[in-house]
């Protein structure tokens, strides 16, 4: 999207076009979209939780990403679960503990007297935005439907709610494609095979695919490529976030090389590729150099 604007671009197919018109409407507006992954941990901030999504939409986020897991008694929450130790200081797997245990943790670094860092349910979070400007990616809630999808359907709010999963795992696919609200859907792809299959299911709102490769030779990193995907009618994700694993989500174009190398050098690079939308730990970082960049052209 070296250009940035996609005029007269539209995502997804036309029997799902009431679904995906919020969507279609921030592209639109803002070409490039700006995803805060786990919303935005900063200061007294913890990330998944409705003040992280608060700040993210502040920070210039046009998406917010947040994360699922549930309870042993099957209460869902926004949390990655496997960062329990570093956020919680607790050793335990979240998932193996009952509701009423999990009411009792609090956030170790934010937590403080009179207003407590409790790890927030995923449902009543969710409905605090309901019929807002924000739209959510949920991430890390596929082996949960459909039960899952049967809640979300509750909330009533499908415009505001990409959903997402493995392109590999055939069995939430399948579950996703017998859902009757066809929510609209970005799997996550590692091939370009992985993704034409995808595209070629039925029952699915595809509208958008999440990117991952570890090189940065890989087709993801090829215009044409793009190009191709955008002619199916969806979009492009790419991660610029860089985990603590060290393993890079898309060819090492991550937030660090951004913050130690300029922003053109990571965002500006995966922009030129033609990618829609880039997932970030610093949405103003990205915001402010799509801005930058939109505003030069």
């Not at 034409?196 to 695919?209: A, F, R, S, T």
């Amino acid at each position: 999207m070296g250009e940035i604007l996609l005029e007269g671009l539209v995502f997804g197919k036309s029997q799902y076009e009431e679904l995906n018109a919020l969507i279609n409407r921030r592209f639109a507006e803002v070409g490039l979209m700006v995803v805060s992954h786990r919303g935005l941990g900063v200061g007294s901030a913890a990330q998944n939780t409705a003040l992280g999504v608060r700040g993210a939409m502040i920070s210039g986020a046009d998406m917010i990403e947040l994360d699922i897991a549930a309870s042993s008694d099957n209460v869902y929450y926004c949390f990655h679960d496997g960062t329990e130790p570093e956020y919680l200081g607790i050793e335990t797997n979240l998932q193996q503990l009952s509701s009423a245990d999990i009411e009792n943790l609090r956030y170790i670094r934010v937590d403080r007297p009179g207003r407590p860092a409790k790890v927030e349910r995923a449902l009543p979070l969710l409905k605090e935005f309901k019929g807002q400007d924000v739209l959510f990616n949920i991430d890390r809630s596929w082996w949960r439907w459909p039960k899952f999808l049967k809640a979300l359907d509750i909330l009533e709010m499908p415009q505001q709610l990409l959903l997402k999963c493995p392109a590999w795992d055939h069995s939430a696919l399948d579950q996703l494609s017998r859902h009757p609200l066809k929510y609209p859907f970005a799997p996550i792809c590692s091939t370009v095979k992985e993704a034409e299959q995808v595209l070629e299911m039925d029952g699915l709102n595809v509208v958008g695919l999440e990117l991952l490769t570890e090189t940065p030779l890989h087709p993801w990193l090829q215009r044409e490529t793009i190009d191709h995907l955008h002619d199916k009618g969806v979009f492009a994700i790419a991660s610029a976030v860089t985990l603590n694993t060290g393993i890079p989500l898309f060819g090492g174009f991550d937030d660090e090389r951004a913050i130690y190398e300029g922003p053109e050098s990571s965002y500006g690079a995966i922009m030129d590729r033609g990618i829609d939308a880039i997932q970030t730990d610093w949405p103003w970082l990205v915001a402010a150099y799509r801005d930058e960049r939109l505003a030069s052209e």
